[in-house]
């Protein structure tokens, strides 16, 4: 078995030949990674959920009845969007699936923790996120920050501004609709120098 082998084939051999799912694993772990670190901006979290993706796909590798590569990476990430759910749900992680296969969890130091930020992309996102905030209101950065930093309910923000609730719901989704067009404006702009 070589390291480039097409991981379509190595999956299907896995059922049999547990050892074959590492050209899988190898090929996909790092996209994975950086798709879960990108949604919970934590390195920490982002290797946890992206072991016990990898760990449950192991487990229902002879599940999988895909014919094509794409239909393969679509399994996987469908594996890796349902950790998400249940991390987002719940709060935390779940380690079923490596507490079965007796996996421990891994640890990071601190060059690995920076190159998962670097694979997630965060200084650029962070940058591009500060630019959009700069160009919107300060009532409308004020509106972003009590709803998503502050993670006050539309009452508790209607309380703080003296607005009812109603205002204060209107006040935020004008905020994030006019961060959205701003962040868009940027990405567009971008692109095109």
Known sequence: MTTTENPLDALRRSGEDHESFAPFYRTYFEPILGYIARRVHDPEVAVDLTAEAFAQAFLDRTRFRGTSRQEMESWIYRIAE??????????????????KLQIERPVLDQARRDAIEELAETDELRASLRAGL????????????????E???????????????????????????????????????????
Do not use: P
């Open 82 to 99: 349902h950790q998400l759910t249940h991390f987002f749900r719940k709060g935390k992680s779940r380690t079923k699936a490596m507490e």
């Open 134 to 149: 700069a160009q919107i209101s300060e009532v409308q950065r004020q509106a972003i920050g009590m709803r998503v930093l």
């Open 151 to 193: 993670d006050m309910s539309y009452g508790e923000i209607a309380d703080r501004l003296r607005i009812t609730e109603a205002a204060a719901r209107a006040r935020v989704s004008r905020a994030l609709r006019a961060l959205a067009n701003s962040l868009e404006h940027n990405r567009i702009a971008k692109e095109t120098t």
